[in-house]
């Protein structure tokens, strides 16, 4: 295991991201969407509400590559996954979320965000749940990114779903306002 010095030194140090949209991303992220829809409706849930229509970004608002830092990418994670009602200790859930793959990934000015040997060791349920939640931290610090250069005066802050909940229904019977059914 790398000494807590040589870890937070490799938070710290930029690394970069390949980043790709295009026709044929849309098409498997309708695909996937098109399957999702189905289960839903074997399951007799109700249908999600969708963005009309996907396009991919184009290649003039997206960098082909952009240079992240592994502490910005795992803030972004732990921000967006820690709960609002945890309170007190959200602060903690949030660095929790982030220093959980700390020894996970690996990067460097010169290279591309890769996994460490303690990364490609972890039992595959492990793999498959780092994984995922890996994707959703790169996807939302790209979407900050973009975001930032498009609306250069405005902040931007990826925030938890429950947050915004909150702000306009009542998730609980002991919250108040209009409730989610």
Same mark, same amino acid.
């Given at each position: 295991m =790398?000494?807590?010095?040589?870890v &937070? ?11 790709h ?19 839903? =409706? ?8 969708? =963005?009309p229509?996907?396009?991919?970004? &184009?290649?003039?608002?997206?960098? %082909? ?21 945890r309170?007190?200790? %959200?602060?903690?859930?949030e ?19 890769? &996994?460490?040997?303690?990364g ?21 610090? &790209? ?39």
């Amino acid at each position: 295991m =790398k000494p807590t010095e040589e870890v &937070l030194q490799d938070l710290t140090q930029s690394s970069n991201v390949s980043v790709h949209s295009d026709d044929a991303l849309v098409g498997k992220v309708k695909a996937a969407i098109a399957a999702d829809d189905e289960k839903r =409706k074997e399951n007799e849930n109700e249908p999600l509400r969708r =963005k009309p229509a996907l396009v991919p970004i &184009l290649p003039t608002k997206l960098p %082909r590559q952009f240079e992240v830092t592994l502490w910005d990418v795992l803030h972004t994670l732990a921000r967006a996954s820690a709960l609002s009602w945890r309170g007190a200790g %959200r602060g903690l859930a949030e660095h929790w979320g982030a220093l959980k793959y700390t020894q996970a990934l690996v990067g460097g000015r010169d290279s591309f965000l890769g &996994l460490t040997d303690e990364g490609h060791r972890i039992a595959d349920h492990y793999k498959s749940l780092q994984s995922g939640e890996l994707g959703i931290g790169f996807a939302l610090t &790209l979407a900050e990114y973009v975001l930032r250069s498009r609306f250069p005066d405005h902040s931007v802050t990826i925030v938890p779903a429950d947050t915004v909940l909150r702000a306009g229904w009542a998730l609980t019977s002991r919250d108040k306002g209009e409730k989610v059914r």
